[in-house]
């Protein structure tokens, strides 16, 4: 087994670390998301994402025809685990359009469809920016039990019900929608559809839900006799739930080198403040209990990287990854609740404290991250969620109800 990046993949990394350095220093985001946030961050995103299309990075794996560069599966690993550890804004536009809108339209979605969304997702456009309404109030893990109605008169499904935790919609121009178009369906699984919604469509309502960190990231959607064309189906009409599982699969196997990058950063800024910092006369990094800490840090991130790896090698041979997709999210809500536990352990009071030193960047970096894991933890499905589905598939215990 070879475990090295090629000259070109070696250089893709290098020339991400430099446009890093030369356009976003000091705007780095941590945990994911908050960009959404405050006007001003995604402004920043937006203008980033646009750079980075022009650079051809944005959705380098996809084909050309779509506003890719046909650029392979390794390659677009190496940039998205380069672009996570500087914390580039803007290389995710909300996650939805470039994670999986894109990525399942070009499996299940029409030509029509293809050639009328991907480009502005490609482009880093505002036009680009999706959200994602699968959870409702009485449907989350159990996502099948979703009761929002999209029925169809004439050329038109009228849209009626909520939405609920929908990152992005307050910047979203579209929605990747779950609907139930067949109330009476024999199974619940059944008589749903995929449905693209236009967010300026009349009748729909956003109200934002600011989370405990203070940050605006998700929202609730009200539908009231939101009119959407037939032609937004996406897929076949009804099959809807086979659909989402293929983009729920999509949703989590990029999780692995985006945890991955963010986490190495995170830890090496740790490393370097342990050296330097003294207690008791001498490194807080010779303190038995500190070094094990990291260490133990160190050999999760690891793994983390290993199963990255893994997922991106079947990807390049054509194979399907069935459990490995759920493995590695759930593997990344371990390793990124450890290193924020680690590291706001070690950095003790001043974890919490707002201060203008050296190391106030780190000690904000930890505080974020500890605020924001228990929330990137539920988001594309819980742990016991992931558990489930690595057992059923990896070990072959019975589906789990
Ligand atoms: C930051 C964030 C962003 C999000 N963004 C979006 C978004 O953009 N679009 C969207 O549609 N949704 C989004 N969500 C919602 C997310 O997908 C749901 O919160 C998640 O699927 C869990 O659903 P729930 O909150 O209804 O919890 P529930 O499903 O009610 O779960 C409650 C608890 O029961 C456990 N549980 C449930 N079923 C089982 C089972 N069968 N076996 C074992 N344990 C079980 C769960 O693991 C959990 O601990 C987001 C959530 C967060 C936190």
């Not at 250089?11 to 220093?25: I, Y």
């Not at 994670?99 to 880093?124: C, D, H, N, T």
């Not at 929002?148 to 990747?176: F, M, P, V």
């Not at 009231?224 to 897929?235: A, I, S, T």
């Amino acid at each position: 087994m070879e475990f090295r990046f090629s000259q070109k993949e070696e250089k893709l990394r290098e020339d991400v670390r430099n446009f890093a350095r030369a356009e976003t220093a000091g705007r780095e985001i941590v945990s994911g998301m908050e960009e959404e946030s405050r006007d001003e961050d995604w402004g920043f995103a937006m203008s980033m994402s646009k750079k980075l299309a022009q650079k051809g990075w944005l959705t380098m794996a996809w084909p050309k025809e779509y506003g890719g560069q046909g650029a392979s599966f390794f390659e677009q690993h190496v940039y998205i685990d380069e672009a996570s550890y500087w914390g580039i804004p803007g290389t995710t536009m909300g996650v939805s359009g470039i994670g999986w809108v894109g990525p399942s339209l070009m499996i299940f979605g029409s030509e029509e469809q293809r050639k009328k969304y991907l480009p502005s997702i490609a482009a880093g456009e505002p036009d680009g920016v999706w959200c994602t309404g699968y959870s409702e109030p009485n449907a989350g893990s159990d996502v099948a039990n979703i009761q929002t109605n999209a029925i169809r008169e004439g050329d038109h499904y009228i849209l009626n019900g909520q939405k609920i935790w929908t990152s992005c919609a307050h910047r979203a121009r579209w929605c990747w929608l779950a609907a139930r178009t067949d109330p009476n369906a024999s199974k619940k699984q059944h008589g749903i559809s995929l449905i693209i919604l236009d967010m300026k469509s009349p009748g729909i309502t956003i109200k934002p839900i600011v989370n405990y960190a203070g940050i605006h990231i998700f929202n609730e959607l009200f539908f009231d006799n939101v009119k959407v064309p037939v032609m937004n189906l996406v897929g076949t009409e009804n099959r809807g739930w086979y659909h989402l599982m293929q983009s729920l699969a999509f949703e989590r196997h990029s999780f692995a080198p985006q945890f991955y990058g963010k986490g190495r950063r995170a830890l090496e800024f740790m490393v370097k403040f342990c050296n330097e910092i003294r207690y008791n006369g001498k490194p807080l990094a010779v303190n038995a209990v500190t070094r094990h800490k990291l260490a133990e840090r160190a050999i999760e991130l690891e793994t983390l990287k290993m199963f990255g790896y893994e997922i991106t090698w079947k990807m390049s041979k054509g194979l399907i990854p069935v459990y490995e997709a759920a493995r590695n999210k759930a593997y990344c809500d371990f390793v990124m609740q450890r290193l924020a536990i680690t590291g706001t352990e070690i950095i003790g009071a001043y974890s919490q404290v707002d201060i203008n030193y050296k190391w106030s960047k780190l000690m904000a970096n930890f505080t974020r991250l500890y605020m924001m894991f228990p929330g990137l933890a539920l988001a594309g499905g819980t742990g016991e969620v992931q558990k489930n589905i690595v057992g059923q598939f990896k070990l072959g215990l019975p589906r789990a109800y």
